[in-house]
């Protein structure tokens, strides 16, 4: 096996996390994950309500539980061993929020390409690609030489000194 120089695999990693695609995507994680926030708010708060009021259950998808086993109890009341409940109501309400994630996510997206595509049959009717950059601006003129400069405040002088005075 050939062996590495050393520092190439901490090199490598500099070069990869500063890519502009691994900060973008540390981004959006960032954003999907508070945006997730927002949907399962919106589950728990307008949705549940909702379908306990139309009589799904007296907690929302909680009347989906299957109980396996009872917890027990000792005579002081502690609990010695908890209950085991199936819980299919927090399955489907997480398969909720995903597919109005997920559906809003595609709404958001489905706008950025038809934007997109717009703007490229625009620069297409106007005769440029998508891709091409506007033509760069002219070279300002080169600047005179220290001669040249030296040259002209001689003739310069040399004008005032022929001018008579009055």
Do not use: W
């Amino acid at each position: 096996m050939a062996k590495e120089k050393k520092g190439g695999f901490f090199k490598e990693f500099k070069e990869f996390i500063s890519r502009g695609n691994v900060l973008d995507m540390a981004v959006g994680i960032i954003v999907g994950g508070a945006f997730t926030a927002i949907v399962t708010a919106i589950v728990n708060g307008i949705l549940t309500p909702l379908l306990q009021a139309i009589g799904v259950g007296p907690d929302g998808f909680g009347a989906l539980q299957v109980v396996l086993r009872q917890a027990t109890v000792d005579a002081s009341g502690a609990v010695v061993s908890p209950a085991v409940v199936l819980d299919f109501g927090i399955v489907i309400s997480a398969i909720i929020t995903f597919l109005l994630t997920a559906f809003i996510l595609f709404l958001i997206v489905y706008v950025i390409n038809r934007i997109r595509r717009k703007a490229e049959a625009l620069k297409a009717k106007k005769g440029g690609t998508p891709e091409e950059e506007p033509a760069p601006a002219p070279a300002p003129a080169p600047a005179p030489t220290t001669e040249e400069l030296l040259a002209e405040i001689r003739d310069l002088l040399k004008a005032q000194q022929e001018t008579p005075k009055e």
